[in-house]
Antibody, heavy 120, light 113 residues
């Protein structure tokens, strides 16, 4: 069965960076892309961007352009999301979600979420 | 970006009654070349990741109860729960994927009356 397993919770200071991993299993990693979705406490879902599992092409939401980098390691079927220059309002649960091959579509599988707390 | 606006923000429905959630997009998400609406619905319960319910506006995901249905085209869409069950209490989101810059609605909180 398809599974996306994310790395554990992180606590970071303002200005630092965080890198969250998402290990996929149960499907051919290079056949689909991975999106990252952020959810601040008590707030809605916010799409951050997408990376192709096939060739590493990325599409980023304008809000995160310049501050986020998404990468993949096809040898381990793992996707990564690094967010830099963290602020307190980056405190959120970050999800990876699979969907779309050539571009992001709907998300049929989700990771369990990674809580990132940004606090001094 | 395509703005997705859901209504209402919250909704209370009696068990066994119909629940209806609306989603409006700021531009059409109907792709004319394949006649598909690039619209999905998700259910989110506390402490869990979102769950895909509906894609292509009206295709039910495998395993989703048939009391859930999606309808609409172009810019106006509806998620209907035909007979509300206690386990349907959740926040529901619509999402467009017509534009590669994905956007979600703000969410609709569904409660039992």
């Amino acid at each position: 069965q398809v599974q996306l397993v994310q790395s554990g919770a992180e606590v970071k200071k303002p200005g630092a960076s965080v890198k969250v991993s998402c290990k996929a299993s149960g499907y051919t990693f290079t056949s689909y892309g991975i999106s990252w979705v952020r959810q601040a406490p008590g707030q809605g879902l916010e799409w951050m961007g997408w990376i192709s599992g096939y060739n590493g092409n990325t599409i980023y939401a304008q809000k995160f352009q310049g501050r986020v980098t998404m990468t993949t390691d096809t040898s381990t079927s793992t996707a990564y999301m690094e967010l830099r220059s963290l602020r307190s309002d980056d405190t959120a649960v970050f999800y990876c979600a699979s969907g779309g091959s050539a571009s992001p579509l709907y998300f049929d599988y989700w990771g369990q979420g990674t809580l990132v707390i940004v606090s001094s | 970006d395509i703005v997705m606006t859901q209504s209402p923000d919250s909704l209370a429905v009696s068990l066994g009654e119909r629940a209806t959630i609306n989603c409006k997009s700021s531009q059409s998400v109907l792709y004319s070349s394949n006649n598909k609406n690039y619209l999905a619905w998700y259910q989110e319960k506390p402490g869990q990741p979102p769950k895909l319910l509906i894609y292509w506006a009206s295709t039910r995901e495998s395993g989703v109860p048939d009391r859930f249905s999606g309808s609409g085209s172009g810019t106006d869409f509806t998620l209907t729960i035909s007979s509300l069950q206690a386990e349907d209490v959740a926040v529901y989101y619509c999402q467009q994927y017509y534009n590669t810059l994905i956007t979600f609605g703000q969410g609709t909180r569904l409660e039992i009356k």
